[in-house]
Every structure is written in structure tokens, then in C-alpha cells.
């Protein structure tokens, strides 16, 4: 059984949860989802179910937090998301394409998928620009440069471009780290746990910073957390059970 959102927005199966964190006021008509999931289950080989029947949505700007023990499937979904997972069935959609549903899967690159993992994996060996530059790669050169040194500007880190990763304290890799996600020019970003390495000052004003920079895209995000704080500040909560 589910349910559907006022907004056209969430509709989620008993599998799991969904609560909101702010009051939402219904627009005249639902805005298209940027992000559709549809009866999606996922197992790691013939072992246990990780994920059971799961549906939802994420329209424009809308920030869905992803809470639940241990062990339930919070990042294996966002790896289904991106497309580093296959489904065993159901469907996925980005902005009304349908990514991965049967046989039909749509590689990662393909997707406009952004994602920031928790220990935010920049390259060693690159500067925080040739991070950025990096996921830019099928631009020219000389256009590469410039996007990259844009994408740093918009997240406070133009005077590091040249700064090697380990030289940067973690909120600046963090910062690098979203610049290089916001590369992709994405529809959708997933975040992991990306907060919860900082100080409590730090996180929370890195987060408001981030999620208002998302908001203000139009970027459907979704955070993956064990915080109840960062769970708060997203617009609505998806709770899933634990795995069985």
C-alpha cells in the first residue's frame, strides 16, 4: 500500500517511512519528479533482500533524507541511483527517463547523476582544480579551465584551485569534492554521510551553505545520514526498515 504526497511528491510504499521535517504548501499543480523510483529491490546475489518494493519521488529543489540503521540499504540505494548497482527489478527515472528498468540501464556517466561520498574521494594527485577539471574531461581544454575555476567560485574555493588535497582541511575538501559533483551539471545529487567528519560549527553552516546552493539549482537531493540535525534540515525523511 502507498501513499501519495500532496505536493505529486513522495509516494512511498510500506517498506518504509516517509515524515516530513517542514510544513509544505501544496502548489496548484504537483511539479514533475525529477527523480521516480518504482518497486525497486536489490539482493547481493541469492542472499538477503536489501531493498523491498520501494517507491518515491524527488521533485525540483526538494531535499529527501535517508535515515535507518545500519545495514538497510541507505547507500546501496544511491549506488543504485548512479548507476554503480543494477536493480534485480522496478524502475528508475531521471527527469521522465527511465535509467534502469529490465534489461535497460543507463551507465553512470550518462545519467547527470552528482554524488559526494562521506570521505569525499578526490584524487591525491590532483589540486582541487584538476578534481573539478577531471570530471569535465569531454570539455576542451582551455573551456575545462574555465568551468573549473567557476565551479570553485561558487563554493568559496577559488584561492585553493591549485591547493593539493591533503593541504585542505576537511570542509575544504568537502567544498572540492561538491564543485567536482556540480561539474556533471546534474539533474540529482546523492549525498553521503558527507557531514559528519566535521566539527559541529562547521557542519552545520556547510550544510546550510550546501543545501541552499542545491535548492537554488533545482537539483532533487538526496542525503544519506545518522543526524538527526542533517535529517531535519531536509524537507522530508524516508526511514527505510532493516534489511531482511
Do not use: W
Not at 518504509?16 to 510544513?23: F, L, M, N, V
Not at 527523480?35 to 541469492?46: I, M, N, Q
Not at 549506488?79 to 527511465?98: H, M, Y
Amino acid at each position: 500500500m502507498a501513499r501519495e504526497d500532496d505536493r505529486g511528491g513522495a509516494a512511498i510504499t510500506t517498506t518504509a517511512t516517509i515524515t516530513r521535517s517542514r510544513p509544505v504548501v501544496p502548489p496548484a499543480e504537483p511539479p514533475p519528479a525529477r527523480l521516480e523510483v518504482r518497486d525497486l529491490r536489490f539482493a547481493y546475489g541469492r542472499g538477503r533482500e536489501i531493498l523491498g518494493g520501494l517507491s518515491f519521488r524527488v521533485v525540483p529543489g526538494a531535499v529527501l533524507a535517508i535515515v535507518g540503521p545500519s545495514g538497510c540499504g541507505k547507500t546501496t540505494l544511491l549506488r543504485l541511483i548512479a548507476g554503480l548497482e543494477r536493480p534485480a527489478s522496478g524502475s528508475i527515472a531521471l527527469d521522465g527517463r527511465e535509467v534502469a528498468r529490465g534489461r535497460s540501464f543507463v551507465p553512470p556517466h550518462r545519467r547527470r547523476v552528482g554524488v559526494v561520498f562521506q570521505d569525499y574521494a578526490l584524487f591525491p594527485t590532483m589540486s582541487a582544480a584538476g578534481n573539478v577539471r577531471f570530471a569535465l574531461r569531454e570539455l576542451p581544454r582551455r573551456q575545462r579551465r574555465g568551468r573549473a575555476a567557476e565551479l570553485l567560485e561558487q563554493v568559496g574555493m577559488g584561492d585553493k584551485a591549485s591547493a593539493m588535497p591533503h593541504t585542505l582541511s576537511g570542509g575544504q575538501q568537502q567544498r572540492v569534492a561538491l564543485a567536482r559533483a556540480l561539474a556533471q551539471d546534474p539533474v540529482v545529487m546523492l549525498l553521503d554521510e558527507p557531514f559528519c567528519n566535521l566539527d559541529a560549527g562547521l557542519r552545520s553552516s556547510l550544510r546550510g551553505e550546501t543545501l541552499a546552493m542545491l535548492r537554488k539549482r533545482g537539483v532533487a537531493t538526496m542525503l544519506v545520514t545518522h543526524d538527526a540535525t542533517d535529517a531535519a534540515a531536509a524537507d522530508e525523511q524516508l526511514t527505510l526498515p532493516t534489511a531482511t
